[in-house]
């Protein structure tokens, strides 16, 4: 899911999006905190650190997690192998696994395990609680799981002693030392002593999973506390940490508040009530708490690619010519300047431009509806009454702009492109099914591991089909070669050219409108020392790093 905002806007008032969006707002002034237990109001020195979001979690299960908010709960209440540091874009550093190192074939991994990480139960974490938890993931098949998928097999994950992890893959996957800061170490005997003998993983009765929804199994920074279901979740300090907390005045508790009202959550920032606020507030919301002279409204494009899925098999997409027709009627400058306030970029090609092994070869399309009706003609269509329906997510109003944007433009070459709303889990299921599948709708795709392979592989390799991260339903047998090649070879020089060559033939097949690199907006209270927006799903909520200034 993208970052959200702005109000809803017809045809006739999508022009004056930007500026009128914002006007009118309320006055902003200096508030004083209101927090329990801050240093502002006599507390006994201890600071909490309150988040406010409209998400609730589906499961507090680390081999569950999957969106923002399980991974922000993940991240910290559990150690993943490795880590990934505050650049842009982020280095992978060492963690869980102080270091690694990979067989000629590029297949065996031998991750050498740090010695007196202590779980929060009090037992040692070894190399048998790695096994476990690489183990627990794959027979589960939830969550990150699918990082690994047909990759890592059970049994192929052995303990050779107290302090050594072998990883041998099925095929070569160069981008597996990328995703090693998502594979978060279980207590084993904890979840084994809190497994139920009956449930749906056979020797492994239901694998500690009830359990694990309100209690937790890890060695991090924070405990879980409570967890009052579509509330709060509360995270205390783990005074024993292995690691290293920020200099300062760090936070000794954490509460996780879900408030589904956008104007409860903006209240709470501006009465110091809360520290930080989601990404999703619509984009009023921002323009008002940057107005406060106790908020930072932080907004930077990094790695969050917004594709126009355009169903490849499916009419009338099937053909290239109207995929390009699309292309050239799509109004980028519109889009960037007035529904995203010009705070997002230019998306050329599938591949964000701060990645590396970016084509810099590819050009900004350009908005041109004579050249639009060119490729209309050229095509199997040409002399057709074309009818078409663009889907988005209920709710998330800048999808929605965008659908009405193009409607407006198609209207004038005489497309008429009806426009309807669906729940995510509707949308995801749909996308199984090729004849169901969305004939064309917008999706940014999710950042977790520091690759190109991470957006490239997910939307534009043919197994893929099936997936919300593959709307396109695209075919192409070069590509699906080159990504495969990519993947086997070592090092980025190895790897570039390949990349750079299936971006080109991407780009040059159309598949999707490459329509931004969207900006992401956080809202937190002045005090908040150490945040910074890297781009990495649930590495920006990393309260180990966090603290007040004085």
């Not at 200096?30 to 507390?43: I, W, Y």
């Not at 880590?83 to 590029?106: C, F, G, H, R, T």
């Not at 097999?153 to 050594?164: F, I, Y």
């Not at 359990?211 to 783990?238: F, H, M, Q, V």
Request: proline share 4%; charged share 20%.
């Amino acid at each position: 899911m993208d970052q959200e905002g702005g109000k809803r806007i017809n045809r006739r008032t999508i022009l004056k999006y930007g500026g009128a969006a914002t006007s009118g707002l309320f006055l902003a002034g200096c508030t004083e905190s209101k927090r329990q237990g801050s240093p502002t109001d006599g507390g006994d020195g201890g600071t909490d650190f309150v988040y406010v979001t409209a998400q609730t979690p589906s499961s507090i299960d680390p081999m569950k997690a999957s969106d923002e908010f399980e991974a922000i709960l993940t991240h910290n209440v559990y150690d993943p192998l490795a880590y990934y540091d505050q650049s842009s874009p982020p280095e992978l550093i060492p963690w869980v696994a102080k270091d690694w190192s990979v067989s000629d074939d590029n297949k065996t991994y031998t991750l050498n395990i740090r010695d007196s990480i202590t779980f929060h139960s009090g037992n040692e974490l070894t190399a048998e609680d790695v096994v476990y938890s690489f183990q627990r993931m794959m027979n589960m098949q939830q969550g990150f799981s699918y990082m690994w998928a047909d990759l890592v097999s059970p049994q192929n994950v052995t303990a050779p002693d107290d302090s050594t992890v072998g990883v041998t893959l099925n095929n070569a996957f160069s981008p597996f030392q990328a995703t090693l800061p998502y594979m978060f170490v279980v207590d084993k005997k904890e979840v084994e002593a809190n497994t139920q003998s009956s449930g749906d993983y056979g020797e492994h009765g239901d694998y500690g999973t009830a359990w694990l929804e309100n209690n937790a199994a890890g060695s991090g920074p924070y405990k879980l506390e409570n967890r009052e279901r579509k509330t709060n979740i509360r995270l205390a300090k783990n005074e024993n940490w292995w690691g290293d907390f920020a200099d300062g005045n760090t936070y000794e508790q954490v509460d996780l508040r879900m408030i589904q009202e956008a104007s409860t959550m903006v209240g709470m920032m501006e009465e110091g009530e809360a520290d930080m606020a989601e990404q999703w507030l619509p984009l009023e919301s921002y323009t008002r708490l940057a107005g406060n002279q106790d908020i930072n409204v932080s907004t930077k494009a990094t790695f969050s690619p917004m594709y126009v899925f355009m169903h490849n098999q499916r009419a009338p997409f099937d053909d290239i010519n109207v995929r390009k027709a699309m292309v050239h009627a799509f109004d980028y400058e519109q889009l960037l300047n007035d529904i995203m306030a010009g705070d997002s970029e230019n998306l050329n090609g599938p591949l964000p431009s701060a990645m590396w092994g970016y084509n810099d070869s590819i050009s900004t399309p350009t908005t041109d509806l004579d050249k639009a009706k060119e490729f209309l003609d050229e095509s199997k269509y040409s002399g057709s009454n074309l009818n078409f329906t663009y889907t988005y997510v209920t709710g998330l109003t800048i999808r929605e702009n965008i659908g009405l944007m193009l409607q407006s433009n198609l209207n004038e070459l005489g497309i008429n492109m009806k426009i309807q709303k669906q729940p995510w889990s509707k949308i995801v299921s749909r996308h199984t099914n090729k004849d169901q599948s969305p004939q064309m709708i917008a999706t940014s795709l999710s950042f977790s591991y520091v690759d190109p392979d991470v957006f490239l592989y997910p939307a534009w390799h043919s197994s893929q089909h099936g997936s919300w991260q593959s709307g396109s339903w695209y075919q192409n047998d070069r590509v699906d070669q080159l990504l495969d090649e990519a993947r086997t070879k070592q090092g980025r020089e190895a790897r570039t050219p390949l990349y750079e060559e299936a971006q080109k033939l991407i780009n040059d097949d159309a598949p999707a409108i490459f329509a931004m690199n969207q900006a992401v907006r956080w809202a937190h209270n002045k005090r908040v020392q150490g945040f910074v927006d890297n781009g990495v799903t649930g590495y920006i909520h990393t309260y180990h790093r966090f603290h007040e200034s004085a």
